[in-house]
């Protein structure tokens, strides 16, 4: 049996998800479903809210404009959420969806953008990333929407940052090498927490540099001969980090 229904539309909820229990839609998702999905009255979809599961639902209509959907049955349980976070140097518009989007299909359990001095995009719109967190979700069966930090300037992430764990940092500059074997001779026994960190179009400054490859937990790797978008970048990056340590293996 497949492990999704992919036929299923699915709709982040916050509300609590149990047996007969009722979730308020806001009026832009009592819109989505009854005017842009056509759905009536009585129309099954999942549902899910991060906590309680994948939830088999129904559209109950209330009245002309508002809906509530009723939970019948849980699909799939709550599975325990990953814990791989993705720091990046922001991008502007289009591409930073595109960039969020990507990262919630790969695993990425928190979003963490940061200022370098090379970034372009000086302003980030956080609920705008969170929405793309959610719609990534929605359509590719993850029951987890990562958490969106407030933005930080590089220097103070790395001030504040946790020695147990580790910091893979995609480094440009660095000698070509097999990524995949570098980032497993630091596992051991078992993989430390991970973080993965993507640089902004025009890449780190040599002070960045020198700053990042000074830090002991940070582990510096190349994603190969080719110059990347900090978009395409971060599908590289990921794929390899889960690849070698984290949830392909």
Same mark, same amino acid.
């Given at each position: 049996?497949?492990?999704?229904?992919?036929?299923?539309?699915?709709?982040?909820?916050?509300?609590?998800?149990?047996?007969?229990?009722?979730?308020?839609?806001?009026?832009?998702?009592?819109?989505?479903?009854?005017?842009?999905?056509?759905?009536?009255?009585?129309?099954?979809?999942?549902?899910?809210?991060?906590?309680?599961?994948?939830?088999?639902?129904?559209?109950?209509?209330?009245?002309?404009?508002?809906?509530?959907?009723?939970?019948?049955?849980?699909?799939?349980?709550?599975?325990?959420?990953?814990?791989?976070?993705?720091?990046?140097?922001?991008?502007?518009?289009?591409?930073?969806?595109?960039?969020?989007?990507?990262?919630?299909?790969?695993?990425?359990?928190?979003?963490?953008?940061?200022?370098?001095?090379?970034?372009?995009?000086?302003?980030?719109?956080?609920? +705008?990333? &969170?929405?793309? @967190?959610?719609? *990534? =979700?929605?359509?590719?069966? !993850? $029951?987890?929407? #990562? /958490?969106?930090?407030?933005?930080?300037?590089?220097?103070?992430?790395?001030?504040?940052?946790?020695?147990?764990?580790?910091?893979?940092?995609?480094?440009?500059?660095?000698?070509?090498?097999?990524?995949?074997? +570098?980032? &497993?001779?630091? @596992?051991?026994? *078992? =993989?430390?927490?991970?973080? !993965? $960190?993507?640089? #902004? /179009?025009?890449?780190?400054?040599?002070?960045?540099?020198?700053?990042?490859?000074?830090?002991?937990?940070?582990?510096?790797?190349?994603?190969?001969?080719?110059?990347?978008?900090?978009?395409?970048?971060?599908?590289?990056?990921?794929?390899?980090?889960?690849? *070698?340590?984290?949830?392909?293996?």
């Amino acid at each position: 049996m497949a492990r999704y229904d992919f036929n299923a539309q699915r709709l982040f909820v916050e509300a609590d998800l149990a047996a007969n229990a009722r979730a308020p839609l806001t009026r832009e998702q009592s819109n989505y479903l009854v005017n842009v999905l056509r759905l009536r009255d009585g129309d099954a979809l999942h549902a899910f809210n991060g906590r309680d599961g994948e939830w088999r639902v129904r559209l109950s209509m209330e009245s002309r404009r508002d809906a509530v959907l009723v939970a019948e049955e849980m699909v799939r349980a709550q599975e325990p959420a990953g814990d791989l976070r993705y720091l990046f140097a922001p991008l502007k518009h289009a591409r930073l969806d595109y960039m969020v989007q990507k990262a919630v299909e790969m695993g990425a359990s928190r979003l963490a953008p940061v200022m370098t001095r090379r970034t372009q995009a000086q302003r980030v719109n956080l609920e +705008r990333m &969170r929405a793309n @967190a959610v719609e *990534a =979700a929605e359509q590719c069966g !993850v $029951l987890s929407i #990562p /958490e969106v930090d407030e933005t930080q300037k590089l220097e103070k992430a790395l001030q504040d940052w946790d020695p147990a764990r580790k910091l893979i940092f995609c480094d440009e500059d660095a000698p070509p090498g097999d990524p995949v074997a +570098r980032l &497993r001779e630091i @596992a051991g026994a *078992a =993989a430390p927490p991970l973080a !993965v $960190l993507i640089g #902004p /179009e025009g890449g780190f400054d040599e002070g960045e540099r020198r700053m990042l490859l000074a830090c002991p937990f940070v582990v510096c790797i190349s994603l190969g001969p080719r110059i990347l978008r900090a978009d395409t970048a971060a599908v590289a990056a990921l794929a390899v980090v889960q690849s *070698a340590l984290g949830d392909w293996r």
